[in-house]
């Protein structure tokens, strides 16, 4: 498996709940999406706060500009739309036949273990002729102590400065 190399494209503080990074240019995507029927549905919890909500909108944008996936949806288990079977729906109206459902959650609660699935249940129901797959949610990915990390390094470097 080919190493991807990230740098930082900004420095956003670490409270902030939204880091971005790009690939350098020695791993930038194939000018051709990868699978055009494959749509992704990002979900993530919901909140009041809009601008919670657009952590995930942004997300959702990085990785249409990666052109790996046709589609690329985010949807919200509450609170906020369009919820997972509006995003759903969302998906195949663009072309979607695979859907590959994507919990944005760090542990596996209730909402991952039961309500997404629920979710998933609905929609084949609905859409008998698409394929909609649950992700493991991001959880303990190796990739995450490397996020961790970059966090601490960064507000480690803020409270020697001050």
């Not at 494959?38 to 052109?67: M, P, W, Y």
Request: one cysteine or more; charged letters at 25%.
């Amino acid at each position: 498996m080919t190493e991807r190399l990230w740098r930082k494209r900004s420095a956003p503080e670490c409270a902030m709940p939204f880091i971005e990074y790009q690939m350098t240019s020695d791993t930038n995507p194939s000018p051709e999406i990868r699978s055009p029927q494959t749509g992704v549905l990002l979900i993530a919890h919901g909140s009041r706060r809009k601008e919670a909500n657009d952590d995930l909108v942004r997300l959702a944008e990085l990785i249409t500009r990666r052109q790996e996936y046709g589609v690329v949806q985010e949807s919200y288990l509450e609170l906020a739309p369009p919820t997972i079977v509006d995003g759903g729906r969302i998906c195949v109206e663009r072309g979607a036949t695979r859907v590959l459902m994507l919990p944005y959650f760090l542990s596996a609660g209730v909402h991952v273990v039961l309500d997404l699935e629920d979710a998933r249940k609905q929609l084949a129901a609905e859409f008998p002729n698409v394929q909609f797959e649950l992700c493991p949610h991001l959880g303990l990915n190796p990739l995450m102590a490397d996020i961790v990390l970059a966090c601490l390094e960064e507000g480690n470097s803020k409270s020697t400065t001050v």
